[in-house]
């Protein structure tokens, strides 16, 4: 049983900045890997960034340079820090957690509830 939760989300002018966190709850082992995703109404969910467990990140090319993406290992927590953000940045924002847990030798995902960012021209 894990548990994400998300904040961080709200309303901003262009070019401000938002930080989203997503902490993880429950009986966790291990945190392998932490994604980022975001969703529009009619739209399919869009891959926004991963870190992985040795720290590397991969971002997709609409937000590199802008977003960062980082890791609290001993506190289970995912941040997605988000500069110069645009208006098509607007999206509910969705974290995604890779995780062991006591009694499972393989890795599970585990989703947040959302989070919405809106970005005002």
């Known amino acids: 049983q894990v548990q994400l939760v998300e904040s961080g989300g709200g309303l901003v002018q262009a070019g401000g900045s938002l930080r989203l966190s997503c902490a993880a709850s429950?009986?966790?082992?291990?945190?392998?890997?932490i994604d980022w995703y975001r969703q529009t109404p009619g739209n399919q969910r869009e891959w926004v960034a991963s870190?992985?467990?040795?720290?590397?990140?991969r971002y997709t090319d609409s937000v590199k340079g802008r977003f960062t993406i980082s890791r609290d290992t001993i506190n289970n927590t995912g941040y997605l820090q988000m500069n110069s953000l645009k208006p098509e940045d607007t999206a509910v924002y969705y974290c995604?957690?890779?995780?062991?847990?006591?009694?499972?030798?393989?890795?599970?995902?585990?989703w947040g509830q959302g989070t919405q960012v809106t970005v005002s021209s």
């Open positions: 995604r957690f890779t995780v062991r847990t006591p009694g499972v030798v393989y890795f599970r995902d585990y």
């Open positions: 429950g009986n966790i082992v291990r945190v392998n890997t």
């Open positions: 870190v992985f467990s040795d720290t590397s990140a």
